[in-house]
């Protein structure tokens, strides 16, 4: 019922027509005709937003009071309105508009939201889309099929997997069947390790990390030199993200192992008693000997001693290694805290970053005291969550791991409800979470309509007359940092949405015209 709920909320929104109406259209060989998102105030502010932006990063390196918005929207038209030109030539050369095929497996309702978010950038660029929708149940070898007529097709210059893509499918292997010349998602292992190793000659390379590139560089914030935290390891993400930030001149780039966040993820009080016993009975301890008092709820004394006895007794018991026993999962699983690093320095590492990038898919993970003042913020993040009515609050009143009163319908961020595995894929950016087969609703998606706050959500009546409590639903859609809280201490930020996710489609465009220059050899491969 919440999945019908949402999905209709999410796919109502973008067009404001029926599902029935809508569904049709994101199937076949149909150039979505959506008018584009934005509103127009917005926008406009956004060029001088970019352009205060630019004078404030060569200038300054401290806030004065509010971030400056690192509006994705504006950079994203503006960019596209470059790539128009670029369609038209090539559309000569080519004796056709340059062509993107999409390969969409089953009807998660984020899932379409990009793809006909694609399709109506494309066609408003002139460009052709050819969607091969496929059903939930489709095998691996039909799959594998699928995307290789994609790759023959000669009207097709480009192709992409719409990802995360059912449990039974494995999205390495569909990979490999890429043409690499056509792989707009740079996801082939030829185009990642042309990107990864220095001196192969860079090719493809994937849509979000070139779209916060791309967002930087046309806000004028210089990477050179600057000490860049990425916050999430994501093979979409993270991982070519930080490499990109490397070549682009960074003088130190952190990637953080989603090992190093997992346990902001959990009930915070509870963890939070729980380090400040260890940090008491385990003086030991790498890294700092407490954790820093700003992130400890002073515990009720009986939770304490008891989580002191615990503390000590597996101390006594084991020495160091008891480390584990007291802050892991939970006796005999495994330890979510690792030597060398302990989950509560994280605030210290990102509050060394000059660009700091959080794409880990928890709504609101990062907190006005995770950032150094001046920071760049950039916000991959996308996450819906639900409130009922009687839980209306902003998301600057979220309580930590999370918004207040919200219910995060993000599967990836409960692991109990279906999120992947520590060590499978997922990051911010709507590629990693949901579970289908749990019933849960992916929490990542996007939102183009701007409401709450202005930076998106809103309050929906639920399709059809209500939730299943018969209540409405508000859907909100927030990053994976506290934007009221950290826009007062950062330089600048990404909202979300109209940050990053504008930047990926624009990206998508930027690489298909790249793989029809390739083509027609006007670039060499
Ligand atoms: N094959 C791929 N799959 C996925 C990728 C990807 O790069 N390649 N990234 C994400 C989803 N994604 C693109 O596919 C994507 C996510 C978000 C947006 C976006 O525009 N978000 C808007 C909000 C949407 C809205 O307007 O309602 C925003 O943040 O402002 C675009 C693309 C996972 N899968």
């Given at each position: 019922m919440r999945h019908a709920t949402y999905a209709c909320w999410l796919l109502g929104r973008q067009c404001q027509r029926p599902l029935a109406e809508l569904s049709k259209r994101y199937i076949g060989h149909v150039v979505a005709a959506t008018t584009a998102t934005g509103d127009a105030t917005?926008?406009?502010?956004?060029?001088?937003?970019?352009?205060?932006?630019?004078?404030?990063?060569?200038?300054?390196?401290?806030?004065?009071?509010?971030?400056?918005?690192?509006?994705?929207?504006?950079?994203?038209?503006?960019w596209e309105r470059e790539l128009h030109a670029e369609v038209r030539n090539l559309t000569e050369l080519l004796g056709r508009p340059p062509g993107?095929?999409?390969?969409?497996?089953?009807?998660?309702?984020?899932?379409?939201?990009?793809?006909?978010k694609k399709q109506e950038a494309c066609q408003k660029a002139g460009m052709q889309t050819f969607v091969h929708h496929l059903p939930d149940s489709v095998s691996q070898a039909q799959l594998e099929a699928a995307v290789s007529h994609a790759c023959a097709d000669c009207r097709v210059d480009g192709v992409l997997i719409q990802l995360p893509l059912p449990r039974h499918l494995s999205e390495e292997a569909v990979m490999e069947v890429l043409d690499p010349r056509k792989d707009v998602d740079g996801f082939h292992p030829i185009n990642m390790g042309r990107?990864?190793?220095?001196?192969?000659?860079?090719?493809?390379?994937?849509?979000?990390?070139?779209?916060?590139?791309?967002?930087?560089?046309?806000?004028?914030?210089?990477?050179?030199?600057?000490?860049?935290?990425?916050?999430?390891?994501?093979?979409?993400?993270?991982?070519?993200?930080?490499?990109?930030?490397?070549?682009?001149?960074?003088?130190?780039?952190?990637?953080?192992?989603?090992?190093?966040?997992?346990?902001?993820f959990e009930d915070q009080e509870q963890v939070q008693r729980t380090r400040a016993a260890a940090a008491v009975c385990l003086p030991g301890l790498p890294g700092p000997s407490r954790p820093p008092p700003s992130l400890v709820t002073p515990p009720p004394a009986d939770a304490a001693d008891a989580s002191a006895e615990a503390a000590a007794a597996a101390a006594a018991s084991s020495g160091a290694a008891g480390t584990d026993a007291i802050v892991g999962s939970g006796g005999g699983g495994e330890a979510t805290v690792h030597e060398g690093f302990q989950s509560y320095q994280l605030p210290y590492l990102t509050r060394s970053a000059d660009i700091l990038v959080v794409a880990v898919g928890h709504p609101e993970l990062v907190r006005s005291d995770w950032v150094r003042p001046g920071a760049v913020v950039i916000d991959v993040g996308i996450n819906v969550v639900s409130t009922l009515p009687r839980a209306r609050s902003p998301p600057g009143a979220a309580a930590a791991g999370g918004p207040a009163g919200a219910e995060t319908l993000s599967g990836r961020t409960d692991a109990a409800a279906g999120a992947p595995p520590p060590d499978q894929e997922g990051d911010g950016s709507g590629g990693g979470c949901s579970d289908a087969a749990a019933g849960q609703d992916h929490g990542t998606t996007g939102n183009g309509a701007s409401g709450f706050n202005g930076h998106g959500g809103g309050w929906m009546s639920s399709c059809g007359g209500g939730s299943s409590s018969g209540r409405n639903v508000m859907f909100q859609v927030v990053g994976d940092v506290s934007y009221e809280e950290v826009s007062q201490v950062a330089g600048a930020i990404t909202p979300v949405p109209g940050g990053v996710g504008p930047m990926t489609i624009a990206a998508v465009l930027h690489n298909t015209l790249k793989a029809a220059k390739y083509r027609v050899g006007l670039e060499p491969w």
């Open positions: 917005f926008a406009a502010a956004a060029v001088s937003a970019s352009k205060d932006a630019a004078a404030h990063h060569r200038t300054s390196s401290s806030n004065d009071g509010r971030a400056t918005v690192l509006d994705g929207r504006a950079v994203a038209a503006a993107l095929g999409v390969v969409l497996v089953g009807s998660r309702p984020d899932s379409m939201l990009y793809v006909a990107m990864l190793m220095r001196g192969r000659g860079v090719r493809l390379v994937p849509a979000t990390p070139l779209g916060c590139i791309e967002l930087l560089r046309r806000s004028g914030v210089e990477v050179q030199g600057k000490t860049c935290v990425v916050l999430g390891d994501s093979n979409i993400v993270g991982t070519p993200l930080a490499a990109m930030l490397r070549d682009k001149g960074a003088a130190a780039v952190t990637i953080c192992h989603r090992r190093s966040y997992r346990e902001w």
